[in-house]
Structures are given as C-alpha cells and as structure tokens.
C-alpha cells in the first residue's frame, strides 16, 4: 500500500465505511433530515427572490445583530436555512446536502441539530460582541455589520465539518478546514468570515469539554475494574 492510499485509510477510511454502509442499509432513508433541509434552503431562496416574498422570509429567517436578542434568538433556528442573496444557492445546497447528510449519518440527527444550532447561535452571538469592540479590535467588525444578515447555513456547516472530522480522528481534513477558514479572513475580511472561526471556536470548546467528560470516565471506569479485580491501584 503507497503512503497516500495508506493516509487516506488512515484519514477517511472509518467515515467513509460508516458513510456507505448507512446508504446501502438503508438509503435516502439514512438522510432524510438532511434532504428536508436542502428542499427548505431551496424554498427559502425560491421564496425570498420573489417580490412577494422578500418580506415574509425577512421576518421570519433573517438575523442581524442590530436585532433585539429575543428576535435573533427566535429567528436563529429557521436563519439556518435562509441562504445568502449575494452567493450562488447551488454551493448552499451541496454544502448541506453534503456535511449535513455525513453529520446525519455519523452522530445522529439530535447531535448533528444540536452542533448546528450551537455553531449558527456562535456566529450570532460573535456579530453583536464584534460590532462592540469595533474596527480597532482584531476580533472587532465595524458599526455597520450590524445591518448585515447572518450566514445562513455556512457556519452550522463549517461547525459541523470539524466537529465529524475530530469525532472520526480526520485531523488532517479538520486542519485543513481551519486553515481554509482562516485564509478567508485574510482574502475577505468580512463579518461571514469571522462568524465561521466563531463557529470553530465555539466546536473547539465543545470538543474540549467532551474529551475531559470522556478522561473522566474513563478514569471511573478503570477505577472500577481495579477495585473489581482486587489489584492494587497503579502510581506512577
């Protein structure tokens, strides 16, 4: 086996059996979260790009940081699916159709909302504390972005990206993701860029914590086995 078919094993290997083996068992079945959330990102973008319809998804998809809290956080689950007006939709709707369906597949359709969710309320939250601190601040954006409508799907999909590839131990592929996130900053400064480290940051924290939760347990559990086995406990 060369050096790059062994990396790829090594890298992709137990995502992709988990990927294909949930396809072949059970089919569209396996992501059927996924493809509803591709034909409402689809929706929305129909809706929205209509003249009648601008408003209505205004009202009830569109976040921005000049928003009341209360109205951002009512509005943050379904700004989930509310594309951008400024990007090609058919990149939204592979991006989702994509990481969703792997995230589906490798944690679940509770976990997989519940990383979503956390990274699109980081990039929310991020906007406000952003628009604080202010163009002088490194981690500042100016006054103006608060008028500027949050990332829609994008960072639910950068967040979800690290969080499949750290629980799959693909830490090349989640470098690569980080790295590529960091270079937009300094390709296009602009307040969607930031929002997606938000997402990062707040996937890195969750990480962490499920990784000390983990030693934790671990560390009971060996406990346990010992006191079980009647063998004196080990110091090193």
């Known amino acids: 086996m060369s050096k790059v078919s062994a990396f790829a094993q090594r890298e992709w290997g ?35 790009n209509q003249s009648w319809g601008y408003d209505p998804v205004r009202v009830i998809g569109f976040v921005r940081a000049e928003d009341p809290l209360w109205l951002a956080l009512v509005r943050t689950p379904l700004s989930l699916f509310v594309p951008a007006l400024d990007l090609p939709v058919w990149g939204a709707l592979a991006q989702v159709l994509l990481v969703f369906g792997i995230a589906e597949i490798t944690l679940g ?38 008028r500027v409508v949050d990332t829609g799907p994008s960072a639910a999909v950068v967040g979800l990206a690290v969080y499949v590839c750290w629980r799959y131990r693909a830490r090349f592929t989640a470098g690569l993701v980080i790295v590529a996130m960091v270079v937009e900053i300094f390709v296009k400064n602009n307040l969607a860029g930031k929002e997606h480290l938000a997402a990062i940051a707040a996937v890195l924290v969750l990480i962490a914590v499920e990784a000390q939760i983990q030693r934790r347990r671990d560390r009971r559990q060996g406990a346990r086995s010992r006191d079980r086995s009647g063998a004196p406990p080990i110091h090193s």
């Open 109 to 146: 359709r509770v976990r997989m909302l519940a990383v979503a969710y956390l990274s699109t309320l980081a990039g929310t939250m991020y906007a406000r504390i952003g628009i604080a601190l202010g163009p002088d601040s490194v981690l500042g954006v100016p006054a103006s972005d608060a």
């Open 14 to 48: 137990p995502l992709y059996q988990t990927v294909r083996g949930e396809l072949v068992a059970k089919k569209a079945g396996a992501i059927w979260l996924t493809l509803t959330a591709v034909c409402l990102t689809a929706l929305f973008q129909i809706v929205q």
